[in-house]
């Protein structure tokens, strides 16, 4: 079965640069969700989008802003990197009003280095 | 705000024995928990879910139960071996806004060979 993809796998950034990071979600799902790992952290939510429009917003920098195109795929834009926005960003996918469970797939993640 | 919070954040077995890892919630009027398993800098595999008007829910060796009135989710290990040694971190959403997941601190197992 398809799962949901995410690219790059590993991204080094300078600070004070832009990183731009994809999901792909799994295929009819409708809901894309971001969240921020830290190091040693717990997963934070940081945006979700349901049908191409804006679902909800958690702890998202000003600096990072993200949409969901018409394909559903989804990015995550980081501007003006910090060291402190070096974490594993976790994309998910669900299927929010055709699957009772509501259930998020998630993605592998991309690695983000800042240096 | 809901907190979610899971103890022991760290937990060392033998293998072979049984072990109880434990989560709560301050909201209770969530709509799903799910239990995942994080293997060091890797990414999040979905163990079991369960919907809020379920008691519990079974996948192998795991059993994971639900008691949402007391705010508390028990993830059952059962003949614990090498291979589970993770971090097991446990989610939950509420009944209203978007979905999105709250996460535990996590507990993290070793299973001594």
């Known amino acids: 079965a398809a799962g949901v993809i995410q690219s790059p796998r590993h991204l080094i950034k300078e600070k004070r640069e832009t990183a731009t990071l994809k999901c792909y979600p799994i295929p009819r799902h409708d809901t894309v969700y971001w969240y921020q790992q830290g190091p040693g952290q717990d997963p934070q939510f940081l945006i979700s989008?349901?049908?191409?429009?804006?679902?909800d917003k958690g702890s998202i920098p000003d600096r990072f802003s993200a949409q969901q195109f018409s394909d559903y795929h989804s990015e995550l834009n980081m501007s003006s990197l910090e060291l402190g926005d070096s974490a594993l960003y976790f994309c998910?996918?669900?299927?929010?009003?055709?699957?009772?469970?509501?259930?998020?797939?998630f993605g592998p993640g991309t690695r983000l280095t800042v240096t | 705000k809901q907190e979610v919070t899971q103890i022991p954040a760290a937990l060392s077995v033998p293998e072979g024995e049984n072990l109880v890892l434990n989560c709560s919630f301050t909201d209770s009027a969530i709509y799903n928990l799910q239990w995942f398993r994080q293997d060091p800098g890797k990414g999040l595999t979905s163990l079991l879910l369960?919907?809020?008007?379920?008691r519990e829910q079974t996948s192998g060796r795991l059993n994971a139960s639900l008691d949402k009135s007391s705010g508390r989710s028990t993830l059952y290990i059962a003949a614990s071996q090498p291979g589970d040694s993770a971090t097991y971190l446990c989610?939950?959403?509420?009944?209203?806004?978007?979905?999105?997941?709250?996460f535990g601190t996590g507990t993290r197992l070793t299973v001594i060979p």
């Open positions: 369960i919907q809020s008007s379920q």
């Open positions: 989008f349901y049908e191409k429009m804006q679902s």
């Open positions: 989610a939950v959403s509420l009944q209203t806004g978007a979905n999105n997941l709250f």
């Open positions: 998910a996918s669900s299927a929010k009003y055709r699957d009772p469970t509501r259930e998020q797939y």
